[in-house]
Every structure is written in structure tokens, then in C-alpha cells.
């Protein structure tokens, strides 16, 4: 199978799906990222002094989850949305409006950096419940933590493009065997899916003595076929939180 052909017409895809509409004071830039309520998710670029450029979302992605009836000030939330953005160097304005500046010439990391920090912050969608101690990534750290996997939660890494990424959970490599790295999915759809297959890809490429896994909620997600056939064919390892088997396995 040419492996090559199936990267360029998922690039070819993608390309085709970005669209860009300049304004007097910037431009939007519609991305084929979807948000939690089926839309594309667009970023807007606005000149700075000094040759820099401030990307933002808008203030949409708190607003739609409040209008969502998510309280994102409550103590929990609060705290994990502060986690995500520091993780990727993303700032919160006082309007809720998420924003990252820098030079022109570091626009694909920042565009990298803010999209991640948006799809993340969308999973709080999942949080709905009375009881926000019962989040699913809590309960999987709690298991690791049960069941002595020894690593770290909440760890950074660089790709070997040079874009920061935050992995769930990892548990240091040794002579005998490469590192694992986890990462914890809500919904494992087709654009999350891509969108580790990308992460993991890139931290490959700066260090080969890895194995990659994704564990996603099956008690409330399924997921589709072409999901489990692109992570298939890049050798992406996902597994549902019921197997507990196959997930004690990524401690030996």
C-alpha cells in the first residue's frame, strides 16, 4: 500500500478546507476543525507593532460552551483550562477571548498551538455532570495511579517540527523498552483522531524510542470506522476504557 499517497490526499483534504477572508483590521481564517456545536472553527490574525501577529479565537470557544450551560468559572474547570493554555503558551483575556502573539514567521506553531488549545478546551463539553470529580481523564490518572503505572501525567513534549505538545500521560523508556506515551480521549472522532496522528508523528520524528497509545470513553463514545482505519494505518494504538487488559499492558 503506498502510505505516501493516503498522507497526500489527507494533506490535499485539508488544504482544501481552509478558506481566508481579510478584513481592514485582519483576517479569519476558517480551519476544517469543527467545534462543539458543528462549526468550523475559525481563527482571526491581527497585525501587531514590530512585525508581530496575534492569533485569537474570538471569544467563541468559552462562549459556546457557556451557552452550552457549562459553568467554566467553577473551580475545576477553571483550573483545567488554565492547565491547557499555559501548556501551549496561549493567554485568556479578561472577555474570555483566547490569544497568542508572536512573529509572522512563527504563525504555523501558534496556529498549531491555539487550535489544540481550543479542541481541548471544547472536551469540557463532556464535564456535564453534577459531579466534575467523575471526569473522565481523572478517572484514568486515578487508575494509573491505583495500579502503580509509575508516570507522569500532564507532560510536554516537542515535535520534531519544533511544535509544543501535551501528552495525557507518560511513563519514561529504559534499555529495554521505548517510552509510553498516553493520551486520554473523550471522543475519539475522525479530526481527533488526525489530530494525534499528527502529534505523534511529530514527536516521533525527534525521538523514534517511543510507543504511542490513545485511551477513549467507550461507556459514552464509539468510534467510527474511518477513525480506527487512518490510526490503523499510521500505526496509532487506541483502546477502549473497557479493556482494562489491554491497558495494563502499556505499564510493562
Known amino acids: 500500500m503506498d502510505t505516501c499517497k493516503w498522507i497526500d490526499n489527507y494533506l490535499k483534504w485539508m488544504k482544501k478546507k481552509y478558506s481566508v477572508t481579510s478584513f ?8 476544517p476543525f469543527t467545534n462543539i456545536i458543528g462549526d468550523r472553527i475559525a481563527i482571526y490574525v491581527s497585525p501587531l507593532d514590530q512585525g508581530k501577529i496575534r492569533l485569537s479565537d474570538d471569544g467563541n470557544t468559552l462562549n459556546d460552551l457557556i451557552l452550552l450551560g457549562i459553568d467554566v468559572n467553577s473551580d475545576v474547570r477553571s483550573r483545567i483550562i488554565n492547565s491547557i493554555i499555559q ?37 469540557l463539553v463532556m ?14 490518572i486515578n487508575y494509573f495511579d491505583d495500579n502503580e503505572f509509575k508516570g507522569l501525567p500532564g507532560h510536554d513534549f516537542i515535535g520534531g517540527s519544533g511544535n509544543p505538545y501535551k501528552i495525557s500521560y507518560s511513563i ?9 506515551l498516553i493520551q486520554i480521549l473523550n471522543n475519539p472522532d475522525f479530526q481527533r483522531i488526525s489530530s494525534e496522528i499528527v502529534t505523534y508523528e511529530d514527536i516521533k520524528s525527534n525521538d523514534d524510542n517511543i510507543n504511542y497509545s490513545v485511551i477513549f470513553n467507550d461507556a459514552d463514545h464509539s468510534i467510527q470506522d474511518k477513525a480506527q482505519n487512518i490510526a490503523n494505518l499510521r500505526g496509532l494504538d487506541i483502546i477502549p476504557w473497557s479493556d482494562k487488559n489491554s491497558i495494563l499492558k502499556l505499564r510493562n
Open 172 to 180: 519514561g523508556g529504559s534499555k529495554s523498552r521505548p517510552s509510553q
Open 87 to 123: 501548556s501551549f503558551n496561549v493567554t485568556l483575556s479578561n472577555s474570555k477571548l483566547l490569544r497568542i502573539d508572536g512573529k509572522k514567521e512563527d504563525f504555523p506553531v501558534m496556529k498549531q498551538s491555539l487550535i489544540q488549545t481550543i479542541l481541548r478546551i471544547n472536551d
Open 127 to 140: 464535564t456535564r455532570k453534577n459531579n466534575v470529580t467523575n471526569l473522565f481523564l481523572e478517572d484514568v
Open 24 to 31: 481592514d483590521d485582519g483576517d479569519e481564517i476558517m480551519t
